[in-house]
């Protein structure tokens, strides 16, 4: 069980970048946030406990985030290869996941730190709709759908995220900061973290990402 790690401030593209990176290769996309959504979509314990804190754009306590990712990998292979979105967001967590990939005679092969900055972030995030029965994601001017407010996959209507409002985005990007050196010197003192420029097309930090990975893309 191997892992990759996209490691962003909110709106850095990491969901994005994900979904291309999964297109090109094997790599199984595991995403705290969507699991998080999902489990508060469905009314689910663990969902009612993370809601406060999405909301307010707090970290989710580490013991709920571990107790989902780690039921998540005892579902899979063991020998996948996991790429991580959103997580891990604190050195806790980032112990965590080196214990279970060991277990499994894995470990974190790359962390690939998207690094755009804040005023696009900003733009991204207030921009962004979301597809409510499919889950895409646009950018009403960056990345719009073919016909306003509805899923060019699914025909699904598009709405805004809770947490995408100023207020909430504002604290998100000061949580990211506080939380986020501690991990940045976790992988450094590895040799696993990569920098990228983020602030590019998509296209363009998907292709950059792809020929990085130790996993080759799969042929078109
Ligand atoms: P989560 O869902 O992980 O949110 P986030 O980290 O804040 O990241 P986002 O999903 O906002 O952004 P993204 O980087 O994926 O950007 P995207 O690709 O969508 O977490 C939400 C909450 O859940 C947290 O606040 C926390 O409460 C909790 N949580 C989750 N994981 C946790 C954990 N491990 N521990 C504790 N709590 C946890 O792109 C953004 C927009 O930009 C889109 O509109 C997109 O179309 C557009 N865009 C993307 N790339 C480009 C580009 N290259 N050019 C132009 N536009 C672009």
Do not use: W
């Amino acid at each position: 069980m191997k892992a990759i790690i996209l490691l962003g401030a909110p709106g850095a593209g990491k969901g994005t970048i994900a979904e291309g990176i999964k297109a090109a290769t094997d790599y199984v996309h595991v995403s705290t946030g969507d699991m998080l959504r999902a489990a508060v979509k469905a009314g689910r314990p663990v969902g009612l406990e993370a809601k406060a804190f999405m909301e307010k754009g707090e970290l989710v306590p580490d013991n709920v985030i571990i107790k989902i990712v780690t039921e998540r990998l005892e579902e899979g292979k063991s020998d996948a290869h996991y790429m991580f979105d959103g997580f891990p967001r604190t050195t806790e967590q980032a112990y965590m996941l080196d214990d279970v990939l060991k277990s499994h005679g894995g470990r974190v092969e790359q962390v690939f730190l998207l690094d755009v900055p804040r005023e696009i972030l900003v733009d991204r995030l207030s921009g962004r709709r979301v597809c409510k029965n499919c889950g895409a994601v646009y950018h009403i001017r960056n990345i719009p759908s073919k016909v306003a407010g509805v899923c060019d996959l699914c025909k699904g209507p598009l709405y805004q995220r809770s947490d995408d409002t100023e207020e909430t985005v504002l604290n998100r990007l000061e949580v990211f900061k506080k939380q986020t050196q501690s991990l940045i010197n976790y992988y450094e003192k590895k040799k696993a973290l990569i920098r990228i420029d983020a602030g590019k097309k998509k296209e363009t930090t998907q292709a950059e990402i792809v020929s990085m990975l130790k996993v080759p893309a799969r042929s078109p």
